[in-house]
């Protein structure tokens, strides 16, 4: 059984960093992909930023030149560096991943999520 889970979430004044980490972990045989998505207040689950194979890039256009996804594949983890925070960057972010379990056919899987607000 594959399970992710994320930390480094909490309260942060704009202006501030934040730094997500997410390790997957279970009977794993291979990682396709692992990233972030966040739900903000009254919208809608937007991907973030993602690694796909070798190449990591940020996908939404709001946080461009602020967060960079980062990944270490010895530790099945990933990594949002969140810069210069704004009140709109609240919300629950959670980690996603493409992974081929020991025994399992490919599957997406989901963390339960941690919660990032900015406010002052």
Known sequence: QVQLVESGGGLVQPGGSLR???VASGNILAIYAMGWYRQSPGKQRELVAACTGGICTT???SV?????ISKENAKNSVYLQMNILRAEDTGVYYCNADIR???AARSGYWG???QVTVSS
């Open 101 to 103: 379990g020991f025994g």
């Open 64 to 68: 461009k030149g602020r967060f960079t």
């Open 112 to 114: 339960q999520g941690t």
């Open 20 to 22: 997500l980490t997410c």
């Open 59 to 61: 996908s939404a256009a």
